[in-house]
């Protein structure tokens, strides 16, 4: 598989769209980071903390590392020192917890919070009212060391195209209406990351601004 080729196909596909791509490198070996890095690519999502920091040490400094899976707050630690954007937060604890390690390392995290717009039950994700609950916490303003700057969210895993853009338009919708509403010092929503190797053209298509794409890059994934 040509990686290079591969990247230069999707950014071609993204057009004058704006959006960010996010190469899924998880499982993947640092040979192909390394290749998919000399044909340009500079962020790149990991799901595991370890995975990405081994990484994060073999690899060029300006590289972005996100963390795309869920993550526990007992991992958070690990990858404070470096990330660049955290996509998967669910919790006002997980919140806490990233700005406590955030300020340990004189940081600023930026994050998205990640919704449930999916029908599985296996995805994980606030609903409308836990996100409304969360941005109007008395607690959250006095998070000074994380920054919230988007949402993200998962479609149903599926064909029916019909289900999927439903899906992303509501979460778009939810975007455009919390961004308007919002009004806290550490939440300037601007990115909303939807689309996967699958789906991304209907997510670009209803307002994605940032995609994640690993098999569409790199191939199947190797799930050893």
């Given at each position: 598989?040509?990686?290079?080729?591969?990247?230069?196909?999707?950014?071609?596909s993204l057009g004058?769209?704006?959006?960010?791509l996010v190469a899924v490198s998880k499982t993947k070996p640092i040979s192909d980071i390394k290749e998919a890095y000399d044909a340009?690519?500079?962020?790149?999502?990991?799901?595991?903390?370890?995975?990405?920091?081994?990484k994060q040490g073999e690899?060029?400094?300006?590289?972005?590392?996100?963390?795309?899976?869920?993550?526990?707050?007992?991992?958070?630690?690990y990858i404070a020192p470096y990330v660049s954007l955290i996509h998967s937060v669910d919790s006002l604890k997980l919140l806490k917890e990233i700005n406590k390690q955030a300020k340990k390392n004189n940081r600023v995290i930026d994050v998205l919070?990640?919704?449930?717009?999916?029908?599985?039950?296996?995805?994980?994700?606030?609903?409308?009212?836990?996100l409304y609950e969360l941005l109007h916490s008395v607690e959250l303003p006095e998070l000074h060391h994380i920054k919230i700057v988007g949402l993200m969210g998962m479609a149903t895993f599926t064909d029916n195209e019909d289900?999927?853009?439903?899906?992303?338009?509501?979460?778009?919708?939810?975007?455009?209406?919390?961004?308007s509403d919002i009004q806290v010092d550490n939440v300037e929503l601007t990115e909303l990351s939807m689309?996967?190797?699958?789906?991304?053209?209907?997510?670009?298509e209803e307002g994605?601004?940032?995609?994640?794409?690993?098999?569409?890059i790199f191939g199947e994934r190797n799930y050893n």
């Open positions: 598989m040509d990686i290079k080729n591969n990247i230069e196909e999707l950014i071609n004058s769209s704006n959006c960010k340009g690519q500079r962020i790149f999502g990991e799901n595991k903390a370890q995975e990405m920091t081994e690899l060029p400094e300006d590289i972005q590392w996100h963390m795309i899976g869920h993550l526990q707050r007992n991992k958070v630690k919070l990640q919704i449930h717009i999916a029908e599985e039950d296996t995805k994980f994700g606030l609903h409308k009212n836990e289900q999927i853009r439903r899906e992303f338009k509501f979460l778009a919708d939810l975007f455009n209406s919390t961004r689309g996967m190797s699958g789906d991304y053209k209907i997510a670009i994605s601004t940032m995609i994640r794409v690993g098999s569409a």
